[in-house]
């Protein structure tokens, strides 16, 4: 197991604990309805002549959050034995079978990558962050914000659980195996490159390695095309945006700066900026310092959109941290928001974050 993953699963899963007990509202279902945003290629829109200097705040808008399934896979075979990367080492598990499956993480991308293998049908369950239209009627096994739910999964008597250890407890994940459930943990990074690996490694313990690599391969070209295009639009050189990643719970007290290793890096770097977390040497996941975000003084400042609601929104933030006015962003008011369950979601739908993130930084509403 990596260092990177490491770091990762254990201050996620501690933020996800924190967050799930002071959460008070149970998870809304995924909005089954298209937003109408313009879906010109970037180069066409009405782009800022000079992105630092904009004044406001916008918001990042997925159009479309349908799961475009792979095609010409051949069906699952079984039984298969795939390696686990629980925790506390690697361990073989045997599925014998997976009509029935439930994927478990911080940030959606696993459901989302069962969808994209073409093998939704067979998912009967979902977490919070699992937000797309295909899994809007799907009961949710989280309670409480990110804390599994045994008892709701054990009455989906599901054959095959994958989560990657961001959300648990993880001692009553591994006490599903003792009712008889096969447990498998993947083992990848926040990255693009991660995306392709969550494919191979999801479909494996599917049955399914055929479909693991067509997925792999449709996202890694999708992603660097969608690379490729915000590159063309965005400043380069010391015109870059300085960008920073907040993570928001104003009920619970939470304020966590991301830094390398965290995912919100990439996202930036993808983005066309400068990852000024990573910039002061923040890595991973941690408890905002003013001092920290003084040293940084991002121009722009990405957020979930429930977690900027729970502050009072941008003026509530402002006003309750007053470190954060001084920035750049906060003088400016440079905030981009987007939904929880797709800001950070390293699977099927990042190129399609990645695009709707491009529009709210570089051509918002005017």
């Not at 010109?40 to 799961?67: F, K, N, Q």
């Not at 926040?190 to 599917?206: I, K, T, Y």
Request: glycine content about 10%.
């Amino acid at each position: 197991m990596s260092m990177t993953r490491t770091a990762f699963v254990s201050v996620a899963a501690a933020a996800a604990l924190v967050l799930s007990a002071c959460a008070a509202t149970p998870a809304a279902a995924p909005s089954t309805t298209p937003t109408v945003v313009d879906t010109r290629p970037l180069a066409e829109l009405d782009l800022l002549d000079d992105p630092r200097a904009y004044v406001g705040a916008s918001t990042a808008v997925l159009g479309d959050t349908a799961i475009e399934p792979i095609a010409g896979a051949a069906a699952p075979a079984f039984p298969v034995t795939v390696t686990s990367h629980d925790l506390d080492g690697d361990t073989e598990v045997t599925i014998k079978k997976a009509d029935a499956v439930i994927g478990l993480d911080l940030s959606g991308s696993i459901g989302a990558t069962i969808f994209g293998l073409g093998l939704g049908d067979r998912v009967v369950g979902r977490d919070v962050s699992t937000t797309f239209a295909a899994a809007a009627d799907l009961p949710v096994v989280t309670s409480e914000g990110h804390s599994v739910n045994t008892e709701a999964i054990i009455a989906l008597r599901p054959d095959l659980v994958i989560t990657d250890g961001t959300i648990g407890p993880i001692d009553v994940l591994l006490q599903l195996r003792d009712a008889g459930i096969a447990v498998v943990f993947v083992d990848t990074d926040p990255s693009l490159d991660g995306v392709g690996e969550l494919a191979r490694q999801v479909a494996a313990a599917l049955g399914s390695p055929e479909a693991g690599e067509l997925l792999a391969s449709r996202l890694d070209g999708e992603m660097a095309a969608k690379v490729d295009e915000i590159a063309a639009i965005a400043p380069t050189g010391d015109s870059r945006l300085r960008m920073m990643f907040l993570y928001l719970r104003g009920s619970a007290g939470i304020y966590y700066l991301f830094g390398k290793e965290s995912g919100a890096d990439v996202l930036i770097e993808s983005l066309g900026g400068i990852d000024v977390a990573g910039e002061i040497g923040w890595d991973g996941m941690k408890p905002m310092t003013d001092e920290a975000l003084i040293a940084a003084n991002p121009d722009l400042i990405l957020v979930m959109t429930d977690g900027l609601a729970s502050v009072g929104g941008v003026d509530g933030l402002l006003e309750s941290k007053p470190a954060i006015a001084l920035t750049l962003a906060g003088q400016n008011k440079r905030f981009v928001d987007m939904a929880d369950g797709e800001i950070l979601s390293f699977g099927p739908r990042t190129s399609g974050v990645l695009d709707a993130l491009a529009r709210a930084i570089y051509a918002p509403a005017r």
